[in-house]
Structures are given as structure tokens and as C-alpha cells.
């Protein structure tokens, strides 16, 4: 209960303080600086710095780094960006929990997915990705400890609703990020089968990583197609990976075309493949 003064014999009661969160601010301050640089490293294809050695540039290269199109580090700024302009304006303490709490339910939950996605599917531990979930734990440790009395039960719905919305739809997006669209039965399906067969009779290879999204990309351009492709797994951790096969050929980027035993890093279209390798049928 707020204190009260007396006016004129009256007891009036005292209108709760309006206050910065300076903590969460320098929280959402280091978060948003944080996505920022990643940002900036997608964007120049650059490396990284990473404590785990290249895991880093793993998850940020891989099929997972976007949702339907959108970098994840793009998702992490405006998270951080929203969580700043919550602590940040002079409000009341009741009123900014009901803004910032299902916030931070929401970027903890994204935070375990992406976690998830790390650990169990890319096999790999991301400092930097770690360095944001302790941030988004952090928020969600100063939203809980400056809940009001009694917190209000919209604030706590809202927080548990989206908790729940976003452990859902980003379960879906673990489970089929790397998926490739199935490809329609038309003549440019039969093209890329005919073509696929042949790079593989001439001896052609094409080197990549499970969890790299220009593989992934170069797939797609196959559909149904690249099953057929003269494949190589070049990450060790997998079942069928053959490192030893990728650091005889040269590879250093993935993906790596060797058709004719010239090297060409990079996506090729189904055109520039028919032509470096000599198929001539017509799509």
C-alpha cells in the first residue's frame, strides 16, 4: 500500500514513484551492443570471436541462424531493443512489470530452443550465443525479484502465454529449419535429377556440412533431387563424415563443386553445374 499525507485534514494516498530500471537497462544495453556485432559479422561474412573455437561461426553459418527469413540476431535486437525502451522511460514499478515480464518469459524461452538447437542438433557450444541466454536469464532474475504485492494476474497470464507460444513455434522451427520443401513432379524436377545422376557418373563431388546453410541452399536447388547428389560430409561428428576425404580434395569453404578436378567454392545454379561438367540436355 502506498503511504498517505494528510491535506487539509484529509489522508490522500502518495502516487507510487515513477523510476528508470537502470540494472535491466545496462542488461538490454550489453544485449543489444551483443546482437549488433553478430549482426554485423553475418553481414560482412566475417569470422567471429568465440571462446569455443569455431562453434561460433557453426551456428552463425548454419540453417538454424534464421526464422522464415529473418537472422536470429536481427530477433535478438529487437528483443533487446524492446526490453530497453520498457526500462528505460520513468514509470511506475507495477506498470513496467507488466510490460517487462512477458518479455523476458518470451527471450528465456527463445533462449532454451536455441540452446537446444546448439546442443542436440548442431553439436556445437556457441559462447556468444551462450553470453545472450545468461542476459535473458539475468532480465527475467530483475523482472521476478521487482514484481509488485500483489503482482497483477494479467501480467503473469500474458508472461505464461508467451512462455508457451514461443517454446511451441520455435520447437517447430528446431524440428524443421533444415528441412528442404518438398520439390513438385515437373520437367525442371526431371532436369535436376538427370543432372544430378550425371555429375555423379563423371566423378564430380560436391563437399559440404550438415549445418551449413549454403549447403543447405544448394540442396534446395535439386528438390527431391539431392539425394541423388555425389555428396560429401565433411563434419566428423557425424555417422558418415569423411574429413579426411575434404582436407585431400582443399576444401576450405563450404559448399566446394570439384568437377573436373577444378575447385569451385560457393552455390552453382543447375546451369552453371550442366555446363562446368559438359551435360547438354535442355530443361
Not at 153 to 178: D, E, K
Request: one cysteine or more; a positive charge; glycine letters at 8%.
Amino acid at each position: 500500500m502506498a503511504p498517505s499525507t494528510r491535506r487539509g485534514g484529509r489522508k490522500t494516498a502518495k502516487p507510487a514513484p515513477r523510476t528508470r530500471d537502470v540494472i535491466v537497462a545496462a542488461l538490454a544495453g550489453c544485449g543489444l551492443l551483443l546482437s549488433a556485432y553478430l549482426l554485423a559479422v553475418r553481414l560482412l561474412d566475417t569470422k567471429s570471436f568465440c571462446l569455443t573455437g569455431k562453434a561460433c561461426d557453426l551456428v552463425q553459418t548454419s540453417a538454424y541462424a534464421t526464422v522464415a527469413g529473418v537472422p536470429v540476431t536481427v530477433l535478438g535486437l529487437a528483443f533487446y531493443g524492446s526490453v530497453l525502451a520498457v526500462a528505460l522511460p520513468p514509470r511506475t514499478n507495477p506498470a513496467r512489470w507488466r510490460a517487462l515480464m512477458p518479455l523476458a518469459a518470451a527471450g528465456v524461452s527463445a533462449s532454451v530452443i536455441f540452446t537446444f538447437v546448439q546442443q542436440v542438433i548442431l553439436l556445437a557450444t556457441c559462447s556468444t550465443c551462450l553470453l545472450s541466454a545468461v542476459l535473458c536469464v539475468a532480465i527475467l532474475a530483475a523482472a521476478w525479484r521487482r514484481r509488485p504485492f500483489p503482482a497483477a494476474p494479467v501480467a503473469w497470464t500474458t508472461s505464461g502465454a508467451a512462455l508457451v507460444a514461443v517454446l511451441v513455434l520455435g520447437g517447430a522451427y528446431a524440428i524443421t529449419a533444415n528441412e528442404p520443401p518438398p520439390a513438385a513432379d515437373d520437367p525442371q524436377a526431371v532436369y535436376a535429377l538427370a543432372l544430378a545422376g550425371h555429375l555423379k557418373a563423371t566423378g564430380a563431388q560436391f563437399y559440404g556440412a550438415y549445418w551449413c546453410s549454403h549447403c543447405a541452399e544448394q540442396k534446395k536447388l535439386f528438390g527431391r533431387a539431392a539425394s541423388a547428389l555425389p555428396y560429401v560430409e565433411c563434419d566428423a561428428r557425424t555417422p558418415g563424415g569423411r574429413p579426411d576425404l575434404c582436407q585431400a580434395a582443399g576444401v576450405n569453404a563450404f559448399p566446394t563443386w570439384v568437377i573436373a578436378g577444378r575447385n569451385t567454392e560457393g552455390v552453382m545454379t543447375l546451369e552453371a553445374l550442366a555446363s562446368r561438367s559438359g551435360y547438354r540436355r535442355a530443361p
